[in-house]
């Protein structure tokens, strides 16, 4: 005779293996420790106690500087100011110029109003003069212009942003440089030439909202000129000083203009107005023409380093993420170790024999509680954060709503990643002070090295590019431009895109969590204390 | 650990009759002993003083290998500060095996141990920091000399002369010697700080998370507070790391916001505070 026995089943059974149970096993675990919950909330607040001290302004510019910064057609801040002698330009048409000479000079130091007695001759980099066609003289105007420059060779810039390089060296009355545009309705294009004869296309440029009466005519500016400071504690930054570019022009020939028109010279812009008008101008002898300014065409970028007022980025208030990434990462390396310590995991692996599973469900919910806190604060931090700088007078660079959710929810997983490999290298390494020692000195430490200005700028580069802290490259939200000389430093610009930058991090992940999972299930469980 | 553990009383029973008034007076000594022979067993620290040197003496070398400064082009370079960089991430490592040299015995239930057979418990943590400080002060002349050496032949390979105008990394120049002798002096004193927090955190994880924190966000949070220059100023006088490593200036001293002894006596300040704080709650709380 033989019984049947059917095995009683608790109805929980059938999913106890399941992951959603993990999840909420894992979940459990971690809400259930008070000091935990203690320090994610403490991390999340002081993401936006750190983010809103920061701003630093000047008063006297509170109000006004939102409205004296001109915006681009791509509505980003622009500095337009040149010293143009231009004539209309009703329908199509062409400007055609010979450069002989681009000479320049740079004040000793500083900027502001700067007697001619300081100043020595010079070049900064991105001095230019050329011609331009643009919709009108009102700073932050559509236009395109062919120019030399002083050590790019010749470019064609349009729309503040854009920049197409040209005929490579230098401009000389041994070797000029022709320079053309042409008009047909919205669409500029440019040309070069070294003999006058034989023209090179160098780039297209569809200007919108260029109907009716343009502005065509030669033109010369010259940036600040920014001497980085060696980097040492405590010190960033470097020197500015003002400086003037003179082009010298002949062979002018205007197609489509007025008949008998006559070159009239207008300052555009503030650039000019720290210099005497013995130094800024338009002359004509002749059929040769000089024409002397100083400014920018081009975007504005962060640090203040190309205009004269106090710029700031989202970046700026996200200060305080890498004090919540170290506490983040202190609580992800436990959350695994103190099993280990306690022999709990012994209990955790009985209970859950899938050791993957079991490391997959530690690092969501870390991952995930991480990410949602750290957004959460990281979107106060920016949003209010922004506001009290433009209210006690920095200029606040202007990004699109996309970028700002790019930066905001970036940056919360970034956390979360960081906190993933906290919580694989507590895996790996099963005691807290090496995994804790481990990801600070990986992450935390690298950030604060290259944003600290202790090691001198080309270390501080590297180091943001190779370690983990190249993540923190999510943080900048506004463009770097190679056409605009700058202090592109930490914490607005990372030597990184901030996608590749972010990748990096993933990838140290990656490894270290494939690691885990692979060591997880080769090892016993009983582990290291 | 699954082992059954052995308890090996070392050293004979001393014979006499004056061997309780002896005992209380080698009890720092037996103390000293002890740390000294569980931390010398422990596999970790020998890499942990070696990382030190080499963390240290790369990174100054790194960092003296990146510096340029053309004559007459105006910049300013201090050779022995430059030399010293690795200091800033020698000082992580040593922070790390003073929270072993505690948080070690609290994960494992040691401490139990320890307490019963040294129910004294402030001579305990005297002797660990006795202990302590002597191994980081021997892994931080290594460190220091080593990153002067590696300095000096490196800069003056950069054009950083006094041919040139600079400063030269040289123990004939008085505060180079000062610098030197001070940043050994300045990271014994971060091994103290640190065992100091990690006595009072007991948890080895947040001690370590707790540690680094006070050597590193003070000094980049006063940074940032550009708009706020007295709360930089406050920052660079008070907080341990930003006063303690004014001692490794040598040109520009009379513009530093402390003086570098003053600095140092900052910090050891600091440490003393950290370690007092320790003692007492070693003595008000549980094991």
Known sequence: MTATITPYRPPQQAGRDGFTQLLHAEWTKFRTLRGWVIAVVIAAVLIDVVGLLVPRGQDHCAAACQSLVPTGPGGEAVNDSYYLAGQPLAGGGSITVRVTSLTGMISAGGIGLVPRSTMSRGLVPWAKAGIVITGSTRPGSAYAAMMVTSSHGVRMQSDYTSDIAGMPGSVSAASPRWLRLTRSGDVITGYDSADGRHWAEVGTARLAGLTGTVRAGMFATSPLDFTPNLPSYAESGGMLSGSVATGVFDDVDLRGGAPGGRWAGQGVGAGSAGYSGSLIGFHQAGARYTVTGSGDIGPVVAAGVNSGYVTGTLADHLLGVFIAMLIMIVIAAMFITVEYRRGLIATTLAASPRRGRLLAAKAVVIGLLTFVLGSAAVAVAAIVGSRISRDSGTYMLQVGWLTEARVILGTGAMLAVASVLALSLGTVLRRSVAAVAAVIVAIVLPYILGVSGVLPASASEWILRITPAAGFAIEQSVPQYPQVVGHYAPPDYFPLAPWSGFAVLCAYAAVALGLAAYLLRRRDAGGAA | ?287
């Open chain 2, 1 to 287: 650990m699954n082992q059954p553990m052995t308890i090996a009383r070392h050293g004979p029973r001393r014979p006499g009759g004056a061997a309780g008034a002896e005992r209380a007076r080698a009890g720092l000594a037996d103390a000293l002993w002890a740390e000294w022979t569980k931390l010398r067993t422990v596999p970790g620290t020998a890499w942990i003083l070696a990382a030190t040197c080499v963390l240290t003496i790369a990174v100054g070398a790194a960092t003296a290998a990146a510096t340029r400064c053309g004559p007459g082009t105006g910049c300013s370079v201090d050779p022995t500060k430059v030399s010293l960089t690795g200091i800033q991430v020698g000082q992580a490592v040593v922070a790390v095996l003073a929270v072993l040299v505690i948080s070690g015995e609290y994960s494992t239930g040691m401490i139990h141990t320890t307490f019963t057979a040294m129910p004294r418990r402030w001579i305990v943590l005297a002797a660990k920091a006795a202990v302590l400080t002597g191994l980081v002060l021997a892994a931080a002349l290594v460190a220091v000399a080593g990153s002067l050496a590696a300095g000096r032949l490196i800069l003056t390979g950069n054009g950083i002369t006094t041919a040139h105008g600079f400063a030269v990394v040289s123990l004939a120049h008085g505060p180079t010697v000062r610098a030197a002798a001070g940043s050994v002096l300045y990271l014994a004193l971060i091994g103290l700080l640190s065992l100091g927090i990690a006595t009072i955190v007991r948890d080895s994880a947040a001690a370590t998370g707790a540690v680094l924190g006070t050597l590193y966000v003070p000094p980049l949070v006063a940074l940032f507070l550009g708009g706020e220059p007295s709360w930089q100023r406050w920052a660079e006088r008070y907080t341990p790391t930003a006063s303690g490593m004014a001692i490794v200036n040598t040109t520009g001293v009379h513009n530093l916001v402390i003086s570098p002894w003053a600095g140092l006596g900052v910090l050891a300040a600091w440490a003393a505070a950290a370690l007092l704080a320790a003692g007492m709650l070693l003595r008000l709380r549980d094991a």
